[in-house]
Nanobody, 122 residues
């Protein structure tokens, strides 16, 4: 049974930074993504990364502020210039595909972490 474990959430003020990390099982070549879900809202894709030329995808609202990176052991989401609207539970997740261009919706993902809370105050 594959497990994903997130770490690094917490409290921040607007403009500050937080780093989320997710341990990835060895030998995982799938695209890896981060989703978030705020109270009363649908879960949304924040960023997804795959090896090779496809690189990374970001939703428009986080472009230029968030950076997703990947190595053999983990996938990291660096969140800079945080805004109150970034407040949500963030989930690390594994896409069924190795190519991030097909990993845009939640049904494309098969394994999810437990989530970590990020709260940004104004």
């Amino acid at each position: 049974q594959v497990h994903l474990v997130e770490s690094g959430g917490g409290l921040a003020q607007a403009g500050e930074s937080l780093t989320l990390s997710c341990a990835v099982p060895e030998g995982t070549f799938n695209a890896m993504g981060w989703f978030r879900q705020a109270p009363g809202k649908e879960r949304e894709l924040v960023a997804v990364f795959s090896w090779g030329g496809a690189g990374a995808y970001y939703r428009d609202s986080v472009k230029g502020r968030f950076t997703i990176t990947r190595d053999n052991a983990k996938v990291t989401l660096q969140m800079d210039s945080l805004k109150p609207e970034d407040t949500a539970v963030y989930y690390c997740t594994r896409c069924k595909s190795t190519v991030q261009t097909v990993c845009r919706s939640a049904e494309k993902y098969d394994i999810w972490g437990q989530g970590t809370q990020v709260t940004v105050s104004s």
